[in-house]
């Protein structure tokens, strides 16, 4: 089974997967390949797996990704390999991704595997605390871009079977995890 999670930047998605992962013995997560440069407390093979521009046009090139999208201008996608290993393995695999990825990865596996959708939402003003806060510090210039796809990112919330208010970590992590139970029944 994969369980998408999706939402603006500053949703919390990585914080909740890693929760997820800590609480739930078969939970695994699938770090997508990105271009974007490493920033502190990335760890490679977990917060993503870093290639340059070229070594991602390269594996796009040899047809290497379910799916692949420019955000905040850099490529991020999800690796076919990656993905089919982790289903074999019979884990439940946890992935964050954008509204694009989601849509794409849905239609694509809908005949071989279970996809859980799942989306968190947060208000815009929590967002632009919340992104204002993060350890990396991003730039004004970065904030202003996150927040520009805000709106975007919320228009597409029909595509999830799942919408939830992430206001409350605790909460919220409980909710996924009864709904990663209940769909594994």
Known sequence: MLVILSGVA????????KELMARMEKVESL???TSRPIREGDIEGQTYHFVTREEFE???ENQEFYEY??????YY????RLL??????????????DVNGTEHLKELLKGDTKVITIFLRVPKEELKKRLEARVDKPSPQEVR??????????????????VL????????VQIIKTIIENEQK
């Open 145 to 162: 871009l996150r927040l520009n796809r805000f709106d975007y990112e919320e228009s597409k919330i029909n595509l999830y079977d799942y």
């Open 58 to 60: 390269k594996m796009i």
């Open 165 to 172: 208010k992430n206001d409350d970590l605790e909460k919220t």
């Open 10 to 17: 500053g949703a919390g998605k990585d914080t909740i997967k």
């Open 84 to 97: 089919n290993d982790k289903i074999k393995s019979g884990k439940v695999i946890v992935k964050d991704i």
């Open 69 to 74: 999208d420019i955000h905040h201008n850099q």
């Open 77 to 80: 996608g999800t690796s076919r």
């Open 31 to 33: 770090p997508s390949f």
